[in-house]
């Protein structure tokens, strides 16, 4: 099995900075794309960002966060981060990291980290 762990959530002010952590580990990884979702209150799971696990690094994002949020991985860590900048208030959520074998087909996310909370004051 593949385990995930999050990290990096918090509190911060509007316009303010996070950067969320994924770390990957088990006896077999299989996953070709990593990604990061988030489900705010009362609101269904959103796809924030993905980015493919191979030799080229692709990356995707919502229209919502584009210009402000930036994917990216470490192979040698078997880690994938999220840095969220000029964040607002509609960005709170609990952002989940993911692995998949399509970093674009939410439904080919297998596994699931627990979540982190980020809350974003105004």
């Known amino acids: 099995q593949v385990q995930l762990v999050e990290s990096g959530g918090g509190l911060v002010q509007a316009g303010g900075s996070l950067r969320l952590s994924c770390a990957a580990s088990g006896r077999t990884f299989s996953s070709r794309a990593m990604g990061w979702f988030r489900q705010g209150p009362g609101k269904e799971r959103e796809s924030v960002a993905a980015?493919?696990?191979?030799?080229?690094?692709?990356?995707y994002y919502a229209a919502s966060v584009k210009g402000r949020f930036t994917i990216s991985r470490d192979i040698a860590k078997n880690t994938v981060y999220l840095q969220m900048n000029s964040l607002k208030p509609e960005d709170t959520a609990v952002y989940y990291c993911?692995?998949?074998?399509?970093?674009?087909?939410?439904?080919?996310?297998?596994?699931w980290g627990q979540g982190t909370q980020v809350t974003v004051s105004s």
């Open positions: 980015i493919s696990w191979s030799r080229i690094s692709s990356t």
């Open positions: 993911a692995a998949g074998r399509a970093a674009t087909i939410p439904t080919t996310y297998d596994y």
